[in-house]
């Protein structure tokens, strides 16, 4: 095997173990867990920090050589500009969904990407509710508890399923609200479920036809990014853009077709209010 598919390999039984240890974290403390807020409607709690440190010890364990970014680190812009010039980087959301977790809504996940020089090449999702593992290395397609994922073959967008994410401080007039309003009337319907990891694998998965957000940050997405195009669907950043992890948004689609018209409501959208 190449030095580099090896490391890969062993860097995927080491994610998947770490996710599945943070995931019972988050079970277990799912009754105590405590709450504060980050700023307005942005909340962590002691379960991201103890599921975070759970997973950076295991991979800085195996890979002492590696550098790690996980959303309640101290410094992530340090590690941004960084982040090209990292031969591997790990990045982590140790609890994508956490208002759903905090109401204990079961619609949460561990996300766990392995950069190499800034291109992702290992995704890692759990759903520790669902027992739900997806996993997608680069090149190799993409899992669903070992079964091959396959994106949605919809491609008109008045009989797709699409999901939007919102940051915590929307408001009456962001573009998000004016994009959701012409989504909602032109789509088959809508739905904001709380974990955009998750809506990237649903995308993959064909339970979602498509997807779109802005506002999101790397660790959001590194990993359900791969997931997603590793079983056939179409990303870009908005404007058809090539898709940028760094970037803060996406689009992303099952099809090509359904990509291009929901791209194409959502610039209109962006024009109407601009
Ligand atoms: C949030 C979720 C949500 C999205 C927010 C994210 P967090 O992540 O992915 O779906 O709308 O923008 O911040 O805070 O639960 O890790
Ligand atoms: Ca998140
Ligand atoms: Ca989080």
């Not at 307005?40 to 950076?56: F, G, H, N, S, Y």
């Not at 101290?74 to 941004?80: E, F, K, L, M, T």
């Not at 500009?81 to 140790?94: G, H, K, R, T, Y």
């Not at 994106?151 to 797709?160: F, G, I, N, Y």
Request: charged share 20%; proline share 3%.
């Amino acid at each position: 095997m190449h030095k580099m598919d090896a490391l890969v390999h062993d860097a995927m039984q080491v994610g998947i173990e770490a996710a599945q240890s943070a995931g019972k974290i988050l079970c277990d403390m799912l009754e105590t867990a405590t709450v504060r807020e980050k700023a307005p409607k942005d909340l962590v709690t002691d379960a991201d920090v103890a599921a975070q440190e759970c997973i950076e010890g295991r991979i800085l364990a195996a890979f002492p050589s590696h550098q790690f970014l996980g959303e309640e680190c101290s410094q992530p812009d340090v590690i941004r500009a960084m982040a090209s010039n990292v031969e591997w980087l790990w990045v982590v959301d140790p609890l994508d969904g956490t208002v759903n977790y905090v109401h204990k809504m079961p619609n949460f996940a561990v996300s766990i990407a392995l950069m190499h020089r800034g291109q992702t090449v290992l995704g890692i999702v759990l759903d520790p509710m669902a027992q739900e593992l997806y996993v997608a290395t680069l090149g190799q397609g993409a899992t669903v508890n070992g079964r091959k994922l396959q994106s949605s073959t919809c491609t008109k967008l008045d009989s797709a399923l699409i999901a939007a994410s919102f940051p915590p401080q929307v408001q009456k007039d962001s573009l998000e609200i004016a994009q959701f309003v012409d989504i909602l009337v032109h789509s088959q319907s809508i739905r904001r479920l709380g974990s955009a990891a998750l809506n990237l694998c649903y995308v993959a998965q064909g339970r979602l036809d498509a997807y779109w957000a802005g506002f999101l940050k790397v660790w959001d997405v590194a990993a359900g990014a791969l997931i997603a195009t590793e079983s056939g669907a179409i990303l870009s950043s908005y404007g058809g853009k090539q898709h940028d992890p760094w970037g803060g948004n996406l689009i992303v689609a099952g099809s090509r077709q359904l990509h291009k018209e929901l791209s194409g409501r959502l610039q209109a959208a962006e024009h109407d209010i601009y």
